[in-house]
């Protein structure tokens, strides 16, 4: 019998292999201009996307369309718009903002649903309250999140959550191997000594009710990296101030000092008359919206 589990656990191990590595192999690049459409949602709901010079809005459009290319998005008793998409594409390229070769090669499709579910994946019944997971086993390359919860990400900008970032910071975590709160390919040696130590230090302190960090990251250390990721994404200025060496650490994590960036989101009402989003210096009628004028 176990020469037989051998066998079964080799042949499983090649399909996953041979998977990857077509998957890779198929990767699609953009080959289109970003649309001003979709522009004007970045705009609207990305405060990330709006703290952006010229040069990061072309990298972070380029990453979003690649993403979209290549990772299938499914809606599972809803329906799936743009803006659904774009605001999943733009939780998996915030993270991995400064390693502009990253790519989601484990990762071939997002299952939206409307709002929480349970461990069986129902969205009606009792014990629904799952907001994102990543799949494994049979839903292994799959990522499960909640619509209601992805909108409420990008709407609230002052309870540092955001499920989907969560998630993606989770598929980045896993790209080691395992989902443990150390994420080695961003992680340098030098720093994962300390980065254990740090968060042992705040996991106590979230049981010692000494914390304004989510007591879902006293789980386990996998599930502080992922909150606390949230946090640096949407309150950076609160976490240097009241968590700096926490602060310190993230930013060697991703590359990023976030408390550099403006983090606003804009309304936009837009004439043939107004300045295109797209920076040109033109009107909006003689430039992306030549089209319609």
């Known amino acids: 019998m176990e020469f037989i589990a051998l066998i079964v656990l080799l042949i499983l191990l090649y399909i996953i292999i041979k998977w990857r590595k077509s998957k890779s192999s198929d990767w699609k690049t953009p080959q289109k201009s970003f649309p001003t459409a979709w522009r004007m949602i970045l ?55 400064q390693f502009p070769e990253w790519k989601y090669t484990r990762l071939y499709e997002v299952l939206l649903y409307p709002a929480a ?9 009792e014990g629904r309250s799952i907001l994102g997971m990543v799949g494994s086993g049979y839903m292994e390359g799959k990522m499960i999140l909640s619509k209601r919860a992805l909108h409420h990400g990008f709407s609230n900008e002052s309870d540092k959550k955001n499920t989907a970032i969560h998630e993606f910071v989770h598929l980045v975590d896993k790209s080691d191997g395992v989902i443990d709160g150390v994420p ?6 030098q720093y994962a000594i300390p980065w254990f130590d740090l968060i042992n230090k705040k996991i106590d302190e979230i049981y010692e009710n000494q914390s304004d960090i989510n007591p879902y990251g006293a789980t386990n250390r996998s599930e502080f990296f992922a909150v606390i990721s949230e946090y640096f994404f ?23 000092d976030m408390t550099a960036r403006a983090l606003e989101k804009k309304t936009l009402s837009i004439g043939r008359n107004s300045s295109c989003p797209c920076n040109s210096g033109k009107k909006f009628k003689k430039c992306c919206g030549r089209n319609h004028y």
């Open 117 to 125: 579910f349970n461990e069986k994946f129902e969205t009606s019944g």
């Open 184 to 189: 080695e390919l961003l992680l340098d040696k």
């Open 43 to 97: 705009m609207e709901n990305v405060a990330f996307y709006n703290a952006l010079n010229t040069e990061e809005e072309k990298l972070f459009e380029f990453k979003i369309q690649e993403f979209l290319l290549n990772i299938r998005i499914t809606g599972i008793e809803t329906k799936v718009d743009k803006k659904d998409e774009l605001l999943i594409a733009a939780s998996a390229i915030i993270p991995i903002f």
């Open 234 to 256: 949407e309150r950076p200025q609160l976490l240097k101030r009241k968590h700096p060496e926490l602060y310190h650490l993230l930013e060697e994590v991703f590359k990023q």
